[in-house]
C-alpha cells in the first residue's frame, strides 16, 4: 500500500466522520454544542498542518550540515573544467 493510499484512507475516515457529526446523518442526536465546534474543524486542521509543516522545513534549514569536504570537491572540479575549457581554446 503506497503511502497516497494510506493518506487517502485516513482524510476519508476523518471526512466522513466529520460529515456524520456536523450534518448528523445517522440522527445520533449529537448536542448542538458539539456540531457548532466540529463545523470549521477542516480549517482549524488545515491550519494547524500549516504550522506543523512550515516549522518542520524551518527546523531542517536551520539544522542543514554543511558539507565542507563537498564543496572542495566541487571547487577543484570546476577548475579543472576551466583548465580543460582553455586547452580546448574557449576564453573564459
Not at 466522520?17 to 446523518?25: C, H, I, P, Q, S
Request: hydrophobic share 50%; proline share 3%; charged share 20%.
Amino acid at each position: 500500500m503506497t503511502k497516497l493510499v494510506e493518506w487517502l484512507i485516513g482524510v476519508s475516515l476523518v471526512v466522513v466522520v466529520w460529515a456524520l457529526v456536523t450534518f448528523d446523518l445517522l440522527n445520533l442526536k449529537v448536542p448542538l454544542l458539539y456540531r457548532e465546534v466540529a463545523w470549521p474543524m477542516p480549517l482549524y486542521l488545515l491550519v494547524t498542518f500549516g504550522c506543523y509543516s512550515l516549522a518542520t522545513v524551518g527546523y531542517r534549514v536551520a539544522t542543514f550540515n554543511d558539507c565542507e569536504e563537498a564543496a572542495l570537491e566541487l571547487q577543484q572540479q570546476i577548475k579543472e573544467a576551466h583548465q580543460d575549457l582553455k586547452k580546448k581554446g574557449l576564453k573564459l
